[in-house]
């Protein structure tokens, strides 16, 4: 079946590093792709989405590209701030009525 | 422009009582799906609906939780007889389209937290 695979968290950043999360999938068809973050006692929020192989999704400086050779959609952003601490989730919209199927998140902490 | 509107942010019950938490999607969306977070672990799909319709229960255990959207009003996820093990996160999210539809988004509120003692 469908499925999503984040690599596994904490990951500790220094502020102003680059920051790598991996995210790869399997699935069948084509579906799109997601990146949600959840900032700590809130809910979820997209961060950035693309619907077809090479579409790259770009919100606050974090980016992603749809690899469909690589069943991958890594997040990145060159340099990371403090206020981006959150958990991110990786996502595909890859159910049986197209609901959203999750990673297991990757806790993100950035210090000053 | 209000987004998905979830309530009770926070419930506590005992054990044996009855949970209700209710959502509000986003103006202009018919879709509603539920999921659950439980503590340290992702987003689990339980239960999709659109106005009057059940679309996917596939996520929904079978026994205590239901589910319902009806034509006025918010989305309702009921679970009865709580035990300690439904302490979780529950998400309510909506969109526009039809889940399955390319380029559909679907967007969350901020979730309800239930804790059983």
């Known amino acids: 079946g469908n499925s999503v695979t984040q690599m596994e968290g904490p990951v500790t950043l220094s502020e102003e590093a680059f920051l790598t999360i991996n995210c790869t999938y399997t699935?069948?068809?084509?579906?799109?792709l997601f990146w949600y973050v959840q900032y700590p006692g809130e809910g979820l929020q997209l961060l950035l989405k693309?619907?077809?192989?090479?579409d790259k999704g770009s919100n606050k400086g974090f980016e992603a590209t749809y690899r469909k050779e690589t069943t991958s959609f890594h997040l990145e952003k060159g340099s990371v701030q403090v206020s981006d601490s959150a958990v991110y989730f990786c996502?595909?919209?890859?159910?049986?009525?197209?609901?959203?199927?999750f990673g297991k998140g990757t806790k993100l902490s950035v210090k000053p | 422009n209000a987004g998905v509107m979830q309530n009770p942010r926070h419930l506590v019950r005992r054990r044996g009582q009855e949970a209700r938490l209710r959502c509000s999607p986003m103006?202009?969306?018919?879709?509603v799906y539920w999921y659950r977070q439980l503590p340290e672990e992702g987003l689990k799909f339980m239960v999709y609906?659109?106005?009057?319709?059940?679309?996917?229960e596939s996520g929904m255990p079978k026994e205590r939780f239901s589910a319902e959207f009806p034509k006025e009003g918010p989305s309702i996820l009921r679970i009865q007889q709580v035990v300690r093990g439904d302490s979780a996160a529950y998400f309510c999210?909506?969109?526009?389209?039809?889940?399955?539809?390319?380029?559909?988004?679907?967007?969350f509120g901020e979730g309800s937290w239930l804790t059983v003692v």
């Open positions: 999210a909506s969109s526009r389209f039809h889940g399955a539809e390319v380029g559909n988004t679907i967007y």
């Open positions: 699935a069948t068809g084509y579906p799109s």
């Open positions: 693309a619907t077809k192989a090479d």
């Open positions: 996502a595909l919209s890859g159910g049986s009525q197209g609901n959203l199927i």
């Open positions: 103006k202009g969306h018919s879709h």
């Open positions: 609906l659109q106005k009057e319709n059940i679309i996917d």
